[in-house]
């Protein structure tokens, strides 16, 4: 959000709040998940207005950390951890929430063991062993559990040459209007 935008939306926020005008989505008779009140309002849109004027954004949260400022062009963002935010019984996350939910996990093929050549409609066996490398929150790495499964490979053109007749071999017929070659005239 530019600078010219966070201004637009504090002006909209501000006539809101002016207004008591809540919106439809805030409202209890619409089974708001979230019903509000005017005064609620107005002090909500107060915090967040102070918030931005603060630091200078609408990128507010719960924590446990606030984004100071950034820099989109030069893709820098700085954060600052809230005082005390683990200690504050309302905080709905253990210290080690996130990293636990936000595993960087993939998966590492090692090796493919399969033939070189086969026969349409023959079975075959090929190993594949795998990895599972956990990058983050620590790293750890754990060869892939082995599940079983029956592949039938086919190939569209290999099936249909496979099931084609015999073919004979025409000679290219003339056909009124072909050209003769210089040899033919």
């Known amino acids: 959000m530019s600078n010219e935008q966070g201004k637009d939306y504090k002006a909209v926020l501000e006539d809101i709040s002016d207004t008591g005008?809540?919106?439809?989505y805030l409202q209890d008779q619409n089974n708001s998940p979230f019903p509000m009140t005017e005064d609620q309002l107005s002090e909500e849109i107060q915090k967040i207005n102070s918030f931005y004027e603060t630091?200078?954004?609408?990128?507010?949260?719960?924590?446990?950390?606030?984004?100071?400022?950034?820099?989109?062009?030069?893709m820098v963002i700085n954060m600052k951890r809230f005082t005390n935010i683990m200690e504050d019984t309302n905080y709905p996350f253990e210290a080690?929430?996130?990293?636990?939910?936000?595993?960087?996990?993939?998966?590492?093929?090692?090796?493919?063991?399969?033939?070189?050549?086969i026969q349409i409609g023959d079975s075959i066996d090929l190993t594949i062993t795998a990895e599972i490398t956990q990058e983050y929150p620590e790293e750890t790495s754990d060869p892939a559990r082995v599940k079983c499964r029956?592949?039938?490979?086919?190939?569209?053109?290999?099936?249909?040459?496979?099931?084609?007749?015999?073919?004979?071999?025409?000679?290219?017929?003339?056909?009124?209007?072909?050209k003769k070659s210089k040899e033919e005239k």
Not at 21 to 24: A, L
């Open 55 to 74: 630091y200078g954004h609408y990128y507010d949260s719960n924590g446990p950390f606030v984004l100071t400022d950034y820099d989109p062009q030069n």
């Open 21 to 24: 005008d809540i919106p439809p």
């Open 150 to 178: 029956t592949l039938q490979i086919s190939h569209p053109v290999a099936d249909s040459i496979q099931d084609a007749p015999t073919q004979k071999k025409f000679a290219k017929k003339k056909t009124p209007n072909s």
């Open 96 to 117: 080690d929430y996130w990293s636990k939910k936000l595993k960087r996990i993939k998966l590492t093929l090692g090796s493919l063991d399969i033939p070189t050549t």
